[in-house]
């Protein structure tokens, strides 16, 4: 099970860190990403990292603004979202591959298909 928190609302420019907690499984040998949707689109990659923490990647969307990292001692992994755009407003979701630690798969890092869990969202608003 995956549940995210960390949204809200916040201005134009402001800062948030979602963070996504997972019980059950072996949280230290999964890949997590996150995605969002925002109302009216289809969901859309933001980041992942791999089982260690070492490999990282990024949707251009968000590259320079947002940090992905983990803590597997305490099964969480984030999301710090920075300088914070009205288009990131989203329903924020994080998701699991309990497959494959690592973010080289034929379908990359990006590929919702390979995530196998997924979290309920949590809503990130962010005001003109």
């Known amino acids: 099970q995956l549940v995210e928190s960390g949204g809200g609302w916040v201005q134009t420019g402001g800062s948030l860190r979602l963070s996504c907690t997972a019980s059950?499984?072996?949280?230290?040998?999964?890949?997590m990403a996150w995605f969002r949707q925002a109302p009216g689109k289809e969901r859309e990659y933001v980041a992942a990292?791999?089982?260690?923490?070492?490999?990282?990647d990024y949707a251009d969307s968000v590259k320079g603004r947002c940090t992905i990292s983990r803590d597997n001692a305490k099964n969480t992994v984030y999301l710090q979202m920075n300088r914070l755009k009205p288009e990131d407003t989203a329903v924020y979701y994080c998701?699991?591959?309990?497959?494959?630690?690592?973010?080289?798969?034929?379908?990359?890092?990006?590929?919702?298909?390979?995530?196998?869990?997924w979290g309920q969202g949590t809503l990130v608003t962010v005001s003109s």
């Open positions: 990292i791999g089982w260690s923490g070492v490999s990282i």
């Open positions: 998701a699991a591959d309990v497959n494959f630690g690592y973010l080289k798969t034929p379908g990359g890092a990006g590929d919702s298909k390979r995530y196998d869990y």
């Open positions: 059950g499984g072996t949280f230290g040998r999964y890949a």
